[in-house]
């Protein structure tokens, strides 16, 4: 895997990888930024809770769950001094389908966690991760 950031001026930057989509990149104005693209840590929370997101999803789908909607929600701590990193994560899953069974969310989760998610195992060697799941009835 290749990835790339080029400068655009001041604090702001575009990314790029082997896809080709790009994704820009900015700071807080209090530290001389534009305000104008993703912050590097939000992106780190998004790659969690997209990996784990498509291996869960998958997952169900293979299971044969009826699942209408489905969200991840990562709640990262960061340190207070820097580098800021993360100091806890809980990743929230929220499932609404049809008789969506709670084994079969579990167990995905878990496979996700466990053997599946590459973002989940990098980040679990220097930060506590938690996960919580929601299950809701769809109408």
């Known amino acids: 895997m290749e990835a790339t950031v080029t400068w655009g001026g001041r604090l702001s ?6 896809t080709g989509f790009t994704v820009p990149l900015g700071a807080d104005p209090s530290v001389g930024g534009d305000n ?3 912050r590097p ?10 990996c784990t997101a498509m291996d869960v999803i998958s997952i169900l789908q293979k299971k044969r769950q009826d699942i209408t909607a489905f969200e991840v929600r990562i709640h990262a ?4 001094d820097h580098p800021h990193v993360f100091t806890k994560v809980l990743v929230e899953y929220l499932v609404t ?15 996700s966690e466990t ?3 590459p973002a989940q195992a990098m980040l679990h060697k220097a930060v ?12």
């Open 13 to 18: 930057f575009t990314g790029t990888a082997d």
């Open 77 to 80: 701590e960061q340190a207070q």
């Open 128 to 139: 506590s991760i938690e996960h919580t799941y929601q299950i809701r009835e769809a109408e």
């Open 115 to 117: 053997k599946y998610c």
């Open 97 to 111: 389908g049809h008789n969506v069974q709670q084994a079969a969310v579990e167990r995905a989760i878990e496979l």
């Open 36 to 38: 104008d693209g993703f």
């Open 41 to 50: 840590m939000e992106l780190m929370a998004i790659s969690l809770a997209g």
